[in-house]
């Protein structure tokens, strides 16, 4: 099973921009999907982005036009660059990756197997 490790939280004032990082490791040749979900205080985790079938990102609404997800050329790596952060996106952001089924990448976490340690992301007013 792939293992994640998210690097690149912290803190930042409204408006400001981070970028994280979630390296996979271990992958046997399986194409996986890969997605960023968060989990803000007091809250149930929710889906952010994720890299479709098709290799182009998909955002939900709320970080549309704010948020990128890119990847490396060897494909290790996956990044979520956050740029115009609100307070509301304080949250503690995990990587997660599942094997691609033949339908497309799930949006829901209970679809994703495999789960970084969560990176914290606080955006102060």
């Known amino acids: 099973q792939v293992q994640l490790l998210e690097s690149g939280g912290g803190a930042v004032q409204s408006g400001g921009s981070l970028r994280l990082s979630c390296t996979a490791s271990?992958?046997?040749?399986?194409?996986?999907?890969m997605a960023w979900f968060r989990q803000p205080p007091g809250k149930e985790r929710e889906w952010v982005a994720v890299?479709?079938?098709?290799?182009?990102?998909f955002y939900t609404d709320s970080v549309k036009g704010r948020f990128t997800v890119s990847e490396d050329d060897a494909k290790t790596t996956l990044f979520l660059h956050m740029d115009s952060l609100k307070p509301e996106d304080t949250a503690m952001y995990y990587c997660?990756?599942?094997?691609?089924?033949?339908?497309?990448?799930?949006?829901?976490?209970?679809?994703?197997?495999?789960w970084g340690q969560g990176t914290q992301v606080t955006v102060s007013s």
């Open positions: 997660a990756a599942t094997p691609r089924p033949s339908w497309g990448c799930p949006t829901t976490a209970i679809d994703y197997n495999a």
């Open positions: 271990g992958n046997s040749g399986t194409t996986y999907c």
């Open positions: 890299v479709r079938s098709d290799d182009r990102p």
